[in-house]
């Protein structure tokens, strides 16, 4: 079975890496165990969207904007671009797959005592998992994604990790 299956005719899905910014293993797993088990994705950055990404104002954006252009557009892709039925692929680093799943709620919501605790991240999206891989099962990736260094990525149709992606043999 391939990740095509799962693209279903969509021209694009959603890539997203699990991380915390500690780089620990220790930390990626905690997060990918509450992710899987309570059905969620998340984002945050809490020194710099200390709210509501919706909920700041246009200044406040833009200020973000300016000073880290990139997450501004995945705070754009997450809150306000994403829809329900959306395809995500999840990816532990650069080589390894944990999961695929599409986004079941319309929006997202906003938990800053999940960012507070480090429990998970604070601005979260209900998630049906279509495939859910134990921690230490991850399906390795065919080739690393070398230059994905953001934590979300809109990948089109015929792009180099559309390519890469969509034929993974999922087993």
């Given at each position: 079975?391939k990740?095509?299956?799962y693209?279903?005719?969509?021209?694009?899905?959603y890539?997203?890496?699990?991380?915390?910014g500690?780089?620990?293993?220790?930390?990626r797993e905690?997060h990918?165990n509450?992710?899987?088990?309570?059905?969620?994705?998340?984002?945050?950055?809490?020194?710099?969207?200390?709210?509501?990404?919706?909920?700041?104002?246009?200044s406040?954006?833009?200020?973000?904007?300016?000073?880290?252009?990139?997450w501004?557009k995945?705070?754009?892709?997450f809150?306000?671009?994403?829809?329900?039925?959306?395809?995500v692929?999840?990816?532990?680093g650069?080589?390894?797959?944990?999961?695929?799943?599409k986004v079941?709620?319309?929006?997202?919501n906003?938990?800053k005592?999940?960012?507070?605790t480090?429990?998970?991240?604070?601005?979260?999206r209900n998630?049906k998992?279509?495939?859910?891989?134990n921690?230490?099962k991850r399906?390795?990736?065919?080739?690393?994604?070398?230059?994905?260094?953001?934590t979300?990525?809109?990948v089109?149709?015929n792009?180099?990790?559309?390519?890469i992606?969509?034929?993974?043999?999922l087993?």
């Amino acid at each position: 079975m391939k990740l095509e299956r799962y693209l279903d005719g969509r021209l694009y899905f959603y890539l997203m890496h699990l991380s915390y910014g500690t780089g620990r293993e220790d930390d990626r797993e905690e997060h990918w165990n509450y992710a899987r088990e309570n059905k969620l994705i998340g984002l945050d950055l809490p020194d710099d969207v200390p709210k509501n990404w919706n909920d700041m104002s246009d200044s406040e954006k833009q200020s973000l904007r300016r000073r880290r252009p990139m997450w501004y557009k995945q705070f754009e892709l997450f809150c306000n671009e994403m829809k329900k039925d959306d395809l995500v692929v999840v990816v532990n680093g650069w080589d390894s797959l944990l999961g695929i799943g599409k986004v079941s709620q319309p929006k997202y919501n906003y938990c800053k005592i999940l960012s507070e605790t480090r429990t998970f991240f604070d601005h979260v999206r209900n998630i049906k998992w279509e495939m859910a891989q134990n921690y230490h099962k991850r399906i390795p990736l065919p080739v690393r994604l070398n230059g994905f260094n953001n934590t979300l990525l809109k990948v089109k149709v015929n792009t180099r990790f559309w390519m890469i992606l969509s034929n993974i043999d999922l087993g």
